[in-house]
C-alpha cells in the first residue's frame, strides 16, 4: 500500500486540517534536525504534547488506517500506518496557499530526505493530493537530478535514486516530460535506469505527419541543380497552403510491433485512410533525427551555386563569349537556392523551430517512412521503450534467428539516418 491510495478517504476526514498540519509539523522538523527515526518502530519516543491544534484530542485522530497521534508517539508498525503519515503530510501542502520559490527550495529537499530515510513518503502522494500544483515540486526535484551539486550538502547517492524514483512514479503531464528529459541528458546509467520508460508503460501514440523520407547528398545534389527540387518544393507548398493537403499519423508501440496509422487530406477530406503495422522483426533500423538535419550538405550546395555564379560571370565577363548571359546564370542560382531553402524548411528547420523533430524509420522490405512533427522528449521515450522491448525478447533459435533479427535502436540520443 502506497500513500496515494490514502489521499481520497483520508480527504474526507472531519479533522484533515488539524491531522495534516500535525503531521507535517513533526515531519519537517524531523527532516530539519535529520531525525531518521521519524515515523520508525525503533524510534525515540516523539511527544505531541504542545504540537497538537486547539481542540483536536486522541479520539479524534483515529482514522481507518490508525490512529495518528499513536503513530506519530510510537512510530509505524503496519505498511497502512506507514502511508498515513505520508498521505497526511502531502495533504497539508493541498490546505494550504501555494508555497513561494524560497519556500519551496525548502520544503521538496525535505520531501526527499523523509522518502529516503524514514517511512514517510509523500512524494507518492503529492500528484493525487495537491493536482496542478504539484508541477512546483517535480521543477524542483528535476532541477535537483540535472544539477546534483545544486542540491543542499548533505545529499548523496541515496536522495539522488529516491528523487529520480519518485519523478519516474510523477503523473502530472509536466513531471512526466521533465523526466523523458532528463532520461535523454543524464550521463548515470543508474538515473537513466529510473526514469527511461519501459515498453508496457508506454501506450501513448505520437502525433505527427507523414513527410517524404530523406534522401542522399547525391540525389539532393542533382535535384538541385536540375531546378527540380525548387519545383518540387514549390508545388508542396502549394498544396499545404492554398489547398490544405495533410498527412496526418500516428505512431505507437503495439503488441507485434510499430503501429503506423495515417490518412491524407486535402481541402478538409479524407482521401485516403491506411493503418501499417511493422513487426520488430521486419525492422532494420528506427532513428531520430538531429536538429537542422542535413543542413550542411545544403549549405555546401548553395555556397558551390554561389560560387559557381560568381566565377562563371567573371569569366564570361572577360572573355566577352557571345551568347553569354550573367542574368540568366543569376536566375538559375537564385531558383537553385531558393529550391534548397523551401526543401530545407518543409523537411527539416519547421520541426526543429517549433521543438519537434522527426522519426525515420528503415523496413527490411519496402521504402523509408519519415513521420515528422513529433515532439522529441516523446520520441525519444518511444525509442528507449522499443530498445528495451527488444532487449526483453528471448534470445533466437537458430532456426527462427532471421524472424527475430534485432533491429538497431540506438538509445535516446540524437542520430542523423
Given amino acids: 500500500m502506497d500513500?496515494?491510495?490514502?489521499?481520497?478517504?483520508?480527504?474526507?476526514?472531519?479533522?484533515?486540517?488539524?491531522?495534516?498540519?500535525?503531521?507535517r509539523s513533526c515531519a519537517l522538523e524531523a527532516a530539519q534536525t535529520r531525525r531518521a527515526d521519524f515515523g520508525s518502530r525503533s524510534q525515540a519516543t516523539i511527544s505531541t504534547a504542545g504540537r497538537l491544534p486547539e481542540g483536536l484530542n486522541h479520539a479524534d485522530a483515529e482514522t481507518t488506517f490508525g490512529n495518528v497521534i499513536t503513530v506519530l508517539e510510537r512510530g509505524a508498525l503496519l505498511p497502512e500506518e506507514r502511508a498515513l503519515l505520508g498521505a497526511l503530510l502531502a495533504l497539508s501542502f493541498s490546505l494550504q496557499d501555494e508555497p513561494e520559490p524560497p519556500v519551496l527550495a525548502e520544503v521538496w529537499p525535505a520531501l526527499v530526505w523523509l522518502a529516503a530515510h524514514t517511512p514517510c513518503n509523500a512524494l507518492q502522494a503529492i500528484d493525487r493530493a495537491v493536482g496542478e500544483r504539484s508541477e512546483a515540486v517535480w521543477r524542483s526535484i528535476a532541477e535537483f537530478l540535472d544539477a546534483p551539486e545544486r542540491a543542499p550538502m548533505e545529499f548523496g547517492?541515496?536522495?539522488?535514486?529516491?528523487?529520480?524514483?519518485?519523478?519516474?512514479?510523477?503523473?502530472?503531464?509536466?513531471?512526466?516530460?521533465?523526466?523523458?528529459e532528463l532520461s535523454e541528458r543524464t550521463p548515470d546509467p543508474e538515473i537513466y535506469a529510473l526514469l527511461v520508460p519501459g515498453p508496457e508503460e508506454f501506450q501513448e501514440e505520437l502525433v505527427g505527419e507523414v513527410q517524404p523520407p530523406p534522401r542522399g547528398w547525391f540525389l539532393t545534389t542533382v535535384l538541385a541543380v536540375s531546378l527540380l527540387l525548387f519545383v518540387m518544393g514549390l508545388v508542396r507548398?502549394?498544396?499545404?497552403?492554398?489547398?490544405?493537403?495533410?498527412?496526418?499519423?500516428?505512431?505507437?508501440?503495439?503488441?507485434?510491433?510499430?503501429?503506423?496509422?495515417?490518412r491524407i487530406e486535402l481541402m478538409g477530406r479524407v482521401l485516403r485512410d491506411r493503418a501499417t503495422l511493422l513487426p520488430l522483426s521486419h525492422v532494420m533500423r528506427v532513428t531520430r533525427e538531429v536538429k537542422y538535419a542535413r543542413a550542411g550538405l545544403y549549405v555546401g550546395i548553395a555556397a558551390l551555386t554561389i560560387g559557381t555564379y560568381l566565377g562563371t560571370g567573371l569569366l564570361v565577363d572577360g572573355l566577352r563569349v557571345p551568347g553569354g548571359s550573367a542574368p540568366l546564370l543569376g536566375l538559375a542560382a537564385v531558383f537553385i537556392i531558393v529550391g534548397l531553402a523551401v526543401d530545407f524548411v518543409l523537411s527539416s528547420a519547421a520541426d526543429t523551430l517549433r521543438g519537434r523533430c522527426r522519426v525515420v524509420i528503415l523496413p527490411e522490405r519496402g521504402r523509408t517512412l519519415c513521420i515528422g512533427g513529433l515532439d522529441a522528449a516523446r520520441a525519444d521515450a518511444l525509442l528507449s521503450a522499443l530498445a528495451e522491448k527488444i532487449q526483453r525478447r528471448p534470445e533466437p533459435t537458430p532456426e527462427g534467428a532471421r524472424e527475430s533479427a534485432v533491429p538497431p535502436v540506438a538509445r535516446p540520443e540524437n542520430s542523423e539516418a
Fill in 157 to 180: 547517492r541515496t536522495e539522488l535514486l529516491v528523487a529520480a524514483s519518485a519523478l519516474r512514479a510523477a503523473q502530472h503531464p509536466v513531471g512526466r516530460q521533465l523526466r523523458f
Fill in 3 to 23: 500513500s496515494a491510495q490514502l489521499v481520497e478517504p483520508l480527504s474526507k476526514h472531519p479533522q484533515l486540517s488539524a491531522l495534516a498540519s500535525l503531521v
Fill in 237 to 262: 507548398l502549394i498544396a499545404r497552403v492554398a489547398f490544405g493537403y495533410k498527412r496526418p499519423a500516428t505512431l505507437r508501440i503495439g503488441p507485434q510491433g510499430l503501429e503506423l496509422a495515417n
